[in-house]
Nanobody, 125 residues
Framework: QVHLVESGGGSVQAGGSLRLACSAE???????MGWFRQGPGKKREGLAA????????YYVDSVRGRFAISLDMSKKTMYLQMNSLKPEDTAVYYC???????????????????WGQGTQVTVSS
């Protein structure tokens, strides 16, 4: 099991930047870690993920080139650097982790067993 706590959310104007952090506590190393978001009235959307062993990074098209995921294993902390933010990026952002693979792809919420509590990001125009 992985205990996750997000931080770094807030309000920013369009074009601005924020960096989210996800602090992890675990006894078994996660094999996948990812960032999701859920806007008002929308389903949870996978944004970016890291396959921890290979350090392979994955992004959804809507954030590729604007967002960057990274993982500092020494601090057990994952980050999401978000640049060029848009009003449509407004959502609650969640980090997630999986310690085993159940067949789902990185962008599916079903892959991940453990979730943080979420942090609100609001982008004003």
């Amino acid at each position: 099991q992985v205990h996750l706590v997000e931080s770094g959310g807030g309000s920013v104007q369009a074009g601005g930047s924020l960096r989210l952090a996800c602090s992890a506590e675990y006894t078994s190393n996660p094999i996948w870690m990812g960032w999701f978001r859920q806007g008002p009235g929308k389903k949870r959307e996978g944004l970016a993920a890291i396959h921890v062993e290979s350090n392979q990074l994955y992004y959804v098209d809507s954030v590729r080139g604007r967002f960057a995921i990274s993982l500092d294993m020494s601090k057990k902390t994952m980050y999401l650097q978000m640049n060029s933010l848009k009003p449509e990026d407004t959502a609650v952002y969640y980090c997630a982790a999986a310690t085993s693979w159940n067949g789902y792809t990185w962008d599916r919420a079903e892959l991940y067993y453990d979730w943080g509590q979420g942090t609100q990001v609001t982008v004003s125009s």
